[in-house]
């Protein structure tokens, strides 16, 4: 009986750091600001991603390494970035977007305040904009 509760004890502390460990991340993942952005490709369809560093993802999108999607359908520009504090707002965004047609996209890329309109709740923070077409490589 001994021998187990040396056992017991001696893991303790690892696993509260695991724990701890796992508990930052998810923190951590709360207040990092991720990027929604909609991309123009050659053949004039609309992709719509999300991603913490948009500018490598869209190169990995260029190289075929980004999305299926994208590997048939090469993307030619960046129509449209938001900045979004935490993966979950992020990804609320993100689902709204898939979902619109692509005249609705449209329409969101000529009128990009749209998306702050119908987000309010999300948008309130000072973190969280639009970026504005000149910091958008094209």
Aim: hydrophobic content about 35%.
């Amino acid at each position: 009986a001994p021998v187990v509760k040396m056992i017991a004890i001696s893991l303790w502390p690892l696993s509260r750091e695991v724990y701890y460990q796992i508990i930052r991340k998810k923190m951590e993942s709360l207040n990092v600001n991720y990027f929604i952005y909609i991309l123009r490709c050659f053949d004039n369809t609309l992709y719509t991603g999300i991603a913490r560093d948009y500018i490598n993802r869209y190169e990995k999108h260029i190289n075929g390494t980004g999305a299926k999607y994208t590997k048939y359908h090469i993307p030619k520009k960046i129509e449209k970035v938001w900045r979004i504090n935490g993966r979950s707002k992020a990804s609320k965004v993100e689902a709204y977007i898939k979902k619109l047609s692509k005249s609705k996209k449209e329409d969101l890329i000529e009128n990009p305040q749209i998306l702050k309109e119908i987000f309010n709740d999300i948008f309130k923070s000072k973190d969280d904009y639009l970026l504005d077409t000149y910091l958008i490589l094209t």
